[in-house]
């Protein structure tokens, strides 16, 4: 048993609570304690602001490469992704397990205690299997494992190039030709220690019937089923004329719509697209920073809320990895498309960066300071040039909206330190970011 008192606390309530202990037995929360004025004898101090551990609900790992090499020129997502392919085409197991290693690493510094890994890089360059089939996805699963967080590894099934067009260039590694192929392949990841997902990578990379193979593999066996939805309007229009609806109206038509399901960006949607996720009470994973990075748009978050559905946070691209940026940026940006401010409160957007985003993920368990909750921890300092000045009343919008990565200090994941003193207590992490990237991009 390790007990760890909060100066304050957040326990999911409107406000920070003062002086709160945490009792810690293995990888659980046993006991915890508001109003303890001071430190018990042997319990481990957490000055600032205690929050449950921050769920990344959307990553793209291997994207993390790319930070600063695609900023000059102009464009769109479209020219942007074929920097991206450029970057995938250069990837294997061993350089992948580098680069996702110290990405996660990253993602620990800043907080996260979990990491959605929508994985849709399986193959060689050419399309040739590896010897295991899932080499590509199993060095992610050790990535996550050296770094010191949790993974859902939410596998993607990508059959197309485009509507009706074979995958081409660095989409043939990421096909398995038809969705059965995909189930049987996803079906031999096993690991006690991990969840796995399922992902439609989008409805131009997978057709409908194929979609409701997926939707059916993972609801048979009771897994997250995440997908990119309505990023584009290319991409709502090209649906529309191919299959007569939107993407999201196509994939309730595939029977993949429930409260398991993720709609990752909904950013282009229609007045009945948000009526049939809410309706669902789908998930929609927001990641402002790569939306606005990619001039994707701005999503209507608060209309999808107020019909019934939940958020979940990203960091995607990994343009910057940083919760607090991205639960601000989606009231932030709101205020900038509709002219009104106080759209999402801060309590609404610690909840989708903590339990909803866990949950999100299939770690229903975590996300939250209470008993029998996983006993993860993430200690936010109060005294930088950023938050100097925070009391009880106004920690938690001040941490929202002003606070920084750097600004965490500690960071417990299932009762083990990962994070002391703003470091990772195993990695040198900027330079095993600084070899992982050199050797995928030179």
């Not at 990888?27 to 508001?34: F, N, Y």
Request: aromatic share 4%; charged share 20%; with cysteine.
């Amino acid at each position: 048993m390790t007990a760890y008192w909060c100066e304050l606390a957040w326990l999911g309530g409107g406000e920070a609570e003062r002086g709160v202990l945490i009792d810690v037995d293995g990888e659980r929360i046993a006991a915890v304690t508001s109003g303890v004025p001071a430190p018990l004898s042997g319990a481990v101090r957490l000055d600032g602001l205690t929050l449950p551990g921050l769920a990344n609900a959307h990553s793209h790992a291997f994207q993390r490469a790319l930070r600063g090499r695609t900023q000059h020129g102009t464009g769109s997502f479209w020219t942007w992704r074929e920097q991206m392919y450029r970057a995938a085409e250069r990837i294997d197991p061993d350089t992948y397990l580098a680069l996702a290693r110290a990405t996660y690493a990253e993602m620990a510094l800043a907080g996260v205690t979990t990491v959605g890994e929508f994985h849709y890089l399986h193959h060689g360059p050419d399309g040739t299997p590896y010897d295991d089939p899932n080499a590509m996805g199993n060095a992610l699963i050790q990535a996550a494992a050296e770094a010191g967080i949790r993974i859902t590894l939410i596998d993607a099934c990508y059959l197309h190039g485009g509507i009706d067009r074979p995958p081409e260039g660095a989409q043939v590694r990421f096909s398995d030709g038809t969705a059965e192929a995909w189930a049987e392949r996803v079906g031999a990841l096993a690991n006690d220690s991990v969840r796995i997902g399922a992902a439609i990578h989008s409805i131009r990379a997978v057709d409908p019937e194929s979609a409701r193979v997926v939707a059916g593999w993972a609801r048979t066996g009771g897994r997250p089923l995440h997908a990119h939805v309505s990023e584009q309007p290319a991409e709502n229009k090209a649906c529309v004329e191919a299959y007569g609806g939107t993407p999201t109206a196509v994939l309730a038509d595939a029977d993949a719509l429930d409260a398991d399901f993720t709609a990752v960006h909904a950013t282009h949607l229609t007045d009945a697209d948000v009526d049939l996720l809410g309706g669902a009470g789908a998930c929609c994973c927001i990641c402002p920073t790569t939306e606005r990075d990619l001039a994707d748009g701005i999503g209507a978050m608060r209309q999808l809320l107020d019909a019934g559905a939940s958020m979940s946070l990203g960091s995607d691209s990994h343009a910057v990895i940083d919760t607090f940026e991205e639960a601000r940026a989606v009231e932030l940006d709101e205020r900038l498309a509709t002219g009104e401010r106080g759209r999402h409160p801060a309590v609404e957007l610690l909840r989708a960066a903590t339990g909803r985003g866990h949950a999100s993920l299939g770690w229903a368990n975590a996300g939250r300071i209470e008993p029998g909750a996983r006993a993860d921890l993430v200690a936010v300092g109060l005294d930088s040039v950023r938050l100097a000045g925070t009391d009880a009343r106004t920690a938690l919008e001040s941490v929202v909206f002003a606070a920084a990565a750097a600004d965490v200090r500690h960071v417990l994941v299932d009762g083990r330190t990962v994070v002391e003193d703003g470091r990772h207590t195993a990695l040198d992490v900027p330079r095993e970011l600084d070899d992982a990237i050199r050797a995928v991009m030179g």
